[in-house]
Every structure is written in structure tokens, then in C-alpha cells.
């Protein structure tokens, strides 16, 4: 069985002061927790968060990434600097950046690949809006985002990638997937990640993400092909991030 991860995706929330409680809380409850997990953090909170987690074992990681490697990009944060301050995952292709930024899945793939590059694990984000749900496109619009990374990506590489599995509408709306269309999709993923490297597919984390709770986390986490979560909302309340984690036992 393939080891679970819950991953905190914050977003842009927290603060220096609420950082800081949250981590604790969240370490002092972690006792028993089977899941792997890992907080994805605001760039400019990556240097405390690294202090606070050093040597524990939450890890840590960023929300985005530059495309380019360094240089003339006013703004812009490349991985090798995310690297610096000890992350070990990166978000790329968060439907919010899609939607907001005008993120195109060729974009995302060159992300992963500068994530790759430094030595880490891109968090991959595919998800249908509703409209494309309801006119049956659900498994080709992901399959063209995540083949958009896998055109790139060296077959043996394929094992260092993440996975996340977001549904638009399910994103911070309460509405979640339910457990078998999840795992219908999961399950897709998964073909589409064996046709580049068959071996390495089946240790891929693919991650469900959209109105993950703890009212519907132990049923989500139980499909064969939902390796963790991806969580916005709950990953800032400490006890229900924790209450996920304690769900994949
Ligand atoms: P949510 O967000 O859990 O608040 O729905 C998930 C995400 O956007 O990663």
C-alpha cells in the first residue's frame, strides 16, 4: 500500500503570530499519526517556518515557483531559492493560479520541471471546472493538464511527482467530490501516469484537494487510488488539518 500525505495548502493566510500557534498545535497533536504531512506556506513565512519545523517531522514547502531560473524577473521566486530554505514540495498549477494568474498547463509543466530541477517534489494540480464536469470532460481536461507535465518529464522522474487531484467546484465551496468520483478520476490519473512510466506510476501520491474535512476525510482517504489530501480550509484550523491526518489509519 502506497504510504498516505496530507499536505496544508494556506494559501494566503496566516501571519508570523498565527504561524506559529498553528505549527505548534499541530506538532503537539501529530503523536500516533501514520500520514506523512507537509504545510505549503506564503513564501515570505518559509524562513520561520523552517525554523519551527526543522528536525520534526512535518515538512514543508511553497505554493508556486518561477519558471526561470534566476535573473531579470522582478517578483519572481525561483526554485532554487525555495530550495534554500528546505522545502521539500512546491505547489505548481493550483486551479487558482490558472484562473487568476492565466497559468496555461504549458507554463505549469516548465514549473515542475524547475522544481525538479532543485532537487524537489512539484505538487501537480489538475481539476475540472463544473461546467466541464457537466458536459462529460472531466477526465480529458485533467488528462491534458497532467500530459502537458508528462510530455517533459523524463520517464525516470516520474516517481518524484505529486499528484493533486482538485475538482474547481469542490474548492473552498464546502461541496467535495464524492468518494467514487474521486476515485474515478484517481484512477485515470494513474493509467495516464503508467503509460510514461508503469513501474514508477504505482508509487505516485495522488492527492484529492476541494472541501477535504474531517467529516469526509476517512471515506475520501479509503478509495484505492487516493493516496492523501490536499487541504485549503481545514489545514488552518489545527485540530481538524490534525483530524485528517488521524483519518488515514
Ligand atoms: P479547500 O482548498 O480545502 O479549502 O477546498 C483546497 C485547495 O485549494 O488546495
Redesign the pocket.
Known amino acids: 500500500m502506497r504510504p498516505k500525505l496530507i499536505v496544508g ?1 494556506w ?1 494566503m493566510n496566516g501571519s508570523r503570530t498565527v504561524n506559529a500557534a498553528l505549527l505548534a498545535e499541530i506538532a503537539a497533536g501529530l503523536k500516533g499519526a501514520k500520514a506523512s504531512c507537509a504545510v505549503c506556506v506564503p513564501a515570505p513565512y518559509l524562513h520561520q517556518v523552517e525554523e519551527l519545523l526543522k528536525g520534526s517531522s512535518i515538512a514543508w514547502g511553497a505554493q508556486d515557483v518561477s519558471a526561470y531560473e534566476g535573473g531579470a524577473y522582478t517578483g519572481e521566486v525561483c526554485a532554487k531559492m525555495l530550495g534554500d530554505f528546505g522545502c521539500r514540495y512546491v505547489i505548481v498549477g ?3 493560479r490558472r484562473a487568476y494568474h492565466g497559468e496555461s498547463s504549458e507554463l505549469v509543466a516548465r514549473k515542475a520541471m524547475a522544481v525538479l530541477k532543485e532537487g524537489m517534489s512539484p505538487i501537480v ?1 489538475v481539476g475540472e471546472t463544473l461546467a466541464q464536469r457537466e458536459a462529460g470532460q472531466t477526465v480529458e481536461v485533467v488528462g491534458a493538464q497532467l500530459g502537458a507535465v508528462l510530455e517533459l518529464l523524463p520517464a525516470d522522474a516520474v516517481e518524484k511527482i505529486v499528484v ?1 487531484y ?1 475538482p474547481v467546484w ?4 464546502g461541496k467535495n467530490a464524492t468518494p467514487a468520483m474521486a476515485q474515478e478520476v484517481h484512477a485515470a490519473l494513474r493509467g495516464q501516469l503508467r503509460s510514461r512510466n508503469a513501474e514508477a506510476a504505482e508509487g505516485v501520491a495522488i492527492l484529492y ?5 474531517p467529516e469526509n476525510a476517512r471515506e475520501l482517504l479509503g478509495q484505492p487510488d487516493i493516496d492523501g489530501g ?6 488552518l484550523k489545527a485540530q481538524d488539518f490534525l483530524a485528517i491526518i488521524h483519518a488515514t489509519q
Request: charged share 15%.
Open positions: 495548502n494559501k493550483h486551479s487558482e494540480c493533486a482538485e469542490a474548492i473552498g465551496t484537494g476541494g472541501s477535504m474535512k490536499l487541504i485549503g480550509g481545514a489545514a
